[in-house]
């Protein structure tokens, strides 16, 4: 958004450098009504142009920061999983020696 702002005060600069350097400038002119017109509908497509801007870049935004908490989410998930796994594991290798025990216990 500075690029923008700074990219429209560049040309607003440049405009009025244009409207300075003709041959029957004058500082009156420059309030008439065909001169404001000009203006406004300047300022008036330049902030139709940074509005679609602003909301292309905003949904893009969005957009990423979804992914970002979904991966987040799918990392949880997957920590939640290797957890689990590692719980049943440790059931099942005592649950083994247990049986192990039982079948020869001479050997422990």
Same mark, same amino acid.
């Given at each position: 958004?500075?690029?923008?702002?700074?990219?429209?005060?560049?040309?607003?600069?440049?405009?009025?450098?244009?409207?300075?350097?003709?041959?029957?400038? @004058? *500082? =009156?002119?420059?309030?008439?009504?065909?001169?404001?017109?000009?203006? &406004?509908?300047?300022?008036?497509?330049? +902030?139709?142009?940074?509005?679609?801007?602003?909301?292309?870049?905003?949904? @893009? *935004? =969005?957009?990423?920061?979804?992914?970002?908490?979904?991966?987040?989410? &799918?990392?949880?998930?997957?920590?939640? +999983?290797?957890?689990?796994?590692?719980?049943?594991?440790?059931?099942?290798?005592?649950?083994?020696?247990?049986?192990?025990?039982?079948?020869?216990?001479?050997?422990?």
């Amino acid at each position: 958004m500075k690029n923008l702002t700074f990219i429209g005060f560049l040309l607003l600069g440049l405009a009025f450098l244009l409207y300075y350097l003709q041959p029957q400038f @004058s *500082a =009156v002119k420059l309030f008439e009504p065909m001169t404001l017109m000009g203006i &406004l509908a300047g300022i008036g497509i330049g +902030l139709i142009i940074g509005g679609i801007v602003g909301y292309v870049s905003k949904g @893009s *935004a =969005v957009r990423e920061e979804q992914k970002k908490r979904e991966l987040k989410q &799918l990392k949880k998930e997957k920590e939640d +999983l290797e957890k689990q796994a590692a719980e049943l594991a440790k059931q099942q290798t005592g649950t083994t020696y247990l049986t192990d025990e039982n079948k020869n216990p001479q050997n422990y």
